[in-house]
C-alpha cells in the first residue's frame, strides 16, 4: 500500500474526497450570499434554514407526493426560490432603506421560526433519504473506490456554480445585476426595474441553498438543523474570501472543503475549528479577504 | 409667538440659570426613580422566587453588557454567548478544583478569563466593520464552542454540573438562596455602575461620535480602533461576569450556554427592551426569562424558540426602538 506522510493513499484521497464534497457546498451556499449581500447590501441568516427547506421539500415531495430526485432536483429550488421572494417582497422590502443589520436581525429571526417549527414537527433526529437509483454504486478506480453520487454531486455544484458565474459576468442580465451592485439609482433611472431585479436575485439566492439541500439530502440525514450550523462555517468561508468577487466564493468554498478534508487525516481533532483558524490567520494578514476590494 | 419673544427677551444668563435648574431636577429625579427600582429589588424575594430573580440578573446584566456594544459603539456582536460560557465555565471550574475557594475570588477568575478573550476576539474583530464584524465573532464564538465540546475540564455534553457555591470571603454560606441573591444584586448593581459610568464619560461621548459617524470621528483626530476595543472589552468582560454569576447560581455550566442561540438570546433582550437605552436591556431580559419559563411549563413550551423567532421579526419590523424607547417617547410627546 502507498503511504503518504505514514497516511495510506486510499485514506487520503477519500478524505480529500469528503473534503470536495464539502467544498461544493460551501461553494454553493457562499455563492448565494455573496449575490445576495451584493444587490440587496443583507447576510441571508435565513441561508441555512433555506438549504434545510430544500432538503425537506424534496424529502416531504418524495414520501407524499411521489415526486422522484430528479424532479425534486429542479422543483425544489423552485418553490423555495419562490417562497425567497415572498420573503423579500412582503418583508425584507420594509427594511430596505434601514440599517443593514436589521436584515441580519429579520433573517435570524426568520431562521429560528422555521428551524423551531421544524424540530417541533419531524423531531431533531431527523430522517434520511433514498438514494436514486441511477447513481447507486461506483467505481473502482484502482487506488481508490468513487461512490458514485459522490461523484455527481460535485459534478453538479459545479456545474450550477459556474454557470451562475458564466450568467452574471457574461450576459445582459448579468450585467444588469452588477451594475445594480453599483448603483441601483442610476439603474432605476436607465429604465431598468430595479425591485424586480432585487426580487429575483434574492431568490436566486435563496434556490441554489434549496438546491445544495436537495443535493446533501442523500448524503446526510434530512434533520431540521442540518442548515444552521453549516451556516456558521460558511459565513466563515465568506469572510476568508470576501464578497466582492463571484469566482472568489466558489474557489474559496472548495479551498476550504479541501483543507477540511486534509485536517481530519493529518489532525482530527482540529477539523472542526480549521476554518475559523484559517479565518483568523486571514483577518491578521489580510483584512478585506482573500478576494475582496473594500479596504 | 409672544412667548418667542418672551424668551428672548430674558437675559442669556437667567436662560443658563433656568437650563441649569432643569438639568439638575431631572438629575434628582432620575436619582430618585433608581433608588425607587432598588428598593424594590430588594425587596423582590419576599414575593418572588429568589433562584428565579437570580436568573433574570444574570440575564439582565448579560443584555446590559451587550447593549454598551450595540448601542453605543453601534457594533453587533453575534457571538457573545462565549463570553458569557467563558466567564461560567472557568468559575466553574475553579470552585469544583479547588475546594475551599471562596465564591467572589471564583467569579472573578472566571471575568479575567472572558476579559482576555474578549481582548482577543476585539483585536480580531474590530478589524472590519457592520456585517463582516457580526460574522466573524460568531465564527470565533462557534470555534470557543467546539473547544468547550472538546477540551477536558469542560464535561463535554454533560457539562459542569454539581458546581459547590462556595463562601462568599470564605465567611458567608451561599448554600442560602436570600443570602446569594443579595451578592447577584451587589453584582448586578455594580455591573450597572461600570456601564452607566462608561456612558455619561468623555469617553462614552466618543463613543457615540463614532458610532454616528466614524470617517468623522477619526478625521478629529480619535483612535478609533482602541476606542471601540476599549467598548468590546468591557462589554465581554461584563457578560463573563454574567455568566460566571449564573454558574453560581445554578451550579451549573453548560454548552447551552454557548451555543449561538444564546447570542441570539440575548441581542433579543437588547432589541425588545430598546438598543441603546440604559434601562431597556433590563426591561427586556425581564420579558425574555419570563416568557420562557412561563412558555417551558405550558403546553407551548416546544414552540419557544418560533415563539421568540416571532418576537424578533416583529421587533424589527414596526419595534424597533423597543419596549423602553417606545415608553421615552410617549413621556416625551405627552409631558413636555
Same mark, same amino acid.
Given at each position: ?96 432603506g434601514e440599517d ?196 | 409667538m409672544s412667548s418667542q419673544e418672551s424668551v428672548a427677551a430674558v437675559p442669556l444668563a437667567v436662560r443658563a440659570n433656568v437650563e441649569r435648574e432643569r438639568r439638575r431636577a431631572a438629575t434628582r429625579r432620575r436619582q430618585l426613580f433608581y433608588l425607587a ?21 444574570? /440575564?439582565? @446584566?448579560?443584555?446590559?453588557?451587550? *447593549? +454598551?456594544? =450595540?448601542g453605543y459603539?453601534g %457594533?453587533?456582536? #453575534? ?89 462568599? /470571603?470564605? @465567611?458567608?454560606?451561599?448554600?442560602? *438562596? +436570600?443570602? =446569594?441573591?443579595?451578592?447577584? %444584586?451587589?453584582? #448586578? ?7 452607566q459610568?462608561?456612558i455619561h464619560s468623555p469617553y462614552g461621548q466618543v463613543l457615540k461620535a463614532i458610532r454616528e459617524n466614524e470617517p468623522r470621528a477619526?478625521s478629529l483626530?480619535y ?51 430598546g438598543v441603546g437605552t440604559l434601562l431597556g436591556?433590563?426591561v ?10 412561563? %412558555? ?22 414596526l419595534f424597533r426602538s423597543g419596549i423602553v424607547g417606545w415608553l421615552e417617547r410617549l413621556v416625551k410627546r405627552n409631558f413636555k
Amino acid at each position: 500500500m502507498t503511504l503518504v506522510f505514514g497516511v495510506p493513499l486510499s485514506v487520503l484521497l477519500g478524505q480529500l474526497l469528503l473534503g470536495l464534497i464539502n467544498g461544493s457546498f460551501y461553494a454553493l451556499l457562499s455563492l448565494g450570499l455573496a449575490i445576495i449581500f451584493g444587490l440587496l447590501r443583507i447576510i441571508n441568516f435565513a441561508h441555512g434554514a433555506q438549504y434545510m427547506l430544500g432538503a425537506f421539500a424534496a424529502f416531504l415531495g418524495l414520501n407524499y407526493l411521489g415526486v422522484n430526485y430528479w424532479a425534486a432536483l429542479l422543483l425544489s429550488p423552485l418553490l423555495i426560490g419562490l417562497l425567497g421572494m415572498a420573503i423579500e417582497r412582503g418583508l425584507l422590502r420594509r427594511i430596505a432603506g434601514e440599517d443593514h443589520l436589521y436584515g441580519l436581525l429579520l433573517t435570524f429571526g426568520l431562521a429560528l421560526i422555521v428551524e423551531g417549527s421544524f424540530v417541533k414537527l419531524f423531531g431533531v433526529s431527523g430522517s434520511s433519504y433514498p438514494m436514486p437509483e441511477a447513481l447507486k454504486g461506483g467505481y473502482n478506480l484502482g487506488f481508490m473506490f468513487l461512490p458514485t453520487y459522490r461523484a455527481w454531486v460535485i459534478v453538479a455544484a459545479l456545474l450550477v456554480c459556474f454557470a451562475t458565474w458564466y450568467m452574471i459576468e457574461r450576459t445582459r442580465l448579468g450585467s444588469y445585476l452588477r451594475a445594480g451592485t453599483e448603483n441601483p439609482k442610476l439603474m432605476q433611472a436607465f429604465g431598468i426595474n430595479v425591485p424586480l431585479l432585487v426580487t429575483l436575485t434574492y431568490g436566486y439566492g435563496v434556490a441554489l441553498a434549496a438546491f445544495a439541500g436537495v443535493l446533501a439530502a442523500p448524503i446526510y440525514a434530512v434533520t431540521p438543523g442540518m442548515g444552521a450550523n453549516l451556516l456558521i462555517v460558511v459565513f466563515a468561508v465568506v469572510v476568508i474570501g470576501g464578497m466582492g468577487s463571484i469566482m472568489g466564493a466558489i474557489i474559496t468554498g472548495l479551498a476550504m472543503g479541501l483543507i477540511e478534508g486534509l485536517t481530519k487525516v493529518f489532525y482530527p481533532e482540529a477539523a472542526n475549528t480549521v476554518i475559523f483558524v484559517i479565518m483568523v490567520l486571514v483577518l491578521l494578514v489580510r483584512p478585506a479577504g482573500l478576494f475582496g476590494k473594500e479596504a | 409667538m409672544s412667548s418667542q419673544e418672551s424668551v428672548a427677551a430674558v437675559p442669556l444668563a437667567v436662560r443658563a440659570n433656568v437650563e441649569r435648574e432643569r438639568r439638575r431636577a431631572a438629575t434628582r429625579r432620575r436619582q430618585l426613580f433608581y433608588l425607587a427600582l432598588l428598593g424594590l429589588a430588594l425587596l423582590a424575594p419576599l414575593a418572588i422566587y429568589p433562584v428565579f430573580l437570580m436568573k433574570l440578573l444574570c /440575564f439582565a @446584566l448579560f443584555a446590559c453588557a451587550f *447593549n +454598551l456594544l =450595540l448601542g453605543y459603539a453601534g %457594533l453587533l456582536s #453575534f457571538g457573545h454567548a462565549a463570553f458569557f460560557a467563558c466567564g461560567g465555565y472557568i468559575t466553574g471550574h475553579m470552585l469544583s478544583t479547588y475546594s475551599g475557594l471562596s465564591t467572589e475570588l471564583g467569579i472573578l477568575a472566571g471575568t479575567l478569563a472572558s476579559t482576555l478573550l474578549g481582548l482577543i476576539f476585539g483585536l480580531l474583530a474590530i478589524r472590519r466593520q457592520g456585517i463582516y464584524f457580526a460574522m466573524i465573532t460568531l465564527a470565533l464564538a462557534q470555534m470557543v464552542f467546539f473547544v468547550f465540546v472538546q477540551a477536558p475540564f469542560t464535561g463535554g455534553e454533560n457539562g459542569l454540573q454539581g458546581v459547590p457555591r462556595g463562601h462568599l /470571603f470564605g @465567611l458567608i454560606d451561599m448554600q442560602n *438562596n +436570600l443570602a =446569594l441573591y443579595y451578592v447577584v %444584586l451587589a453584582v #448586578f448593581v455594580f455591573g450597572f455602575a461600570v456601564i452607566q459610568r462608561t456612558i455619561h464619560s468623555p469617553y462614552g461621548q466618543v463613543l457615540k461620535a463614532i458610532r454616528e459617524n466614524e470617517p468623522r470621528a477619526v478625521s478629529l483626530g480619535y483612535n478609533v480602533d482602541a476606542h471601540k476595543l476599549l467598548a468590546f472589552v468591557i462589554s465581554s468582560a461584563l457578560a463573563g461576569l454574567a455568566g460566571a454569576t449564573k454558574t453560581v447560581v445554578f451550579q451549573l455550566a453548560s454548552l447551552t450556554d454557548a451555543h449561538w442561540h444564546m447570542s441570539g438570546e440575548v441581542i433579543l433582550m437588547t432589541l425588545l427592551g430598546g438598543v441603546g437605552t440604559l434601562l431597556g436591556p433590563l426591561v427586556g431580559a425581564t420579558v425574555v426569562v419570563t416568557l420562557q419559563s412561563s %412558555l417551558s411549563n405550558g403546553p407551548l413550551g416546544e414552540w419557544v424558540h418560533v415563539i421568540l423567532g416571532v418576537i424578533f421579526v416583529l421587533c424589527v419590523l414596526l419595534f424597533r426602538s423597543g419596549i423602553v424607547g417606545w415608553l421615552e417617547r410617549l413621556v416625551k410627546r405627552n409631558f413636555k
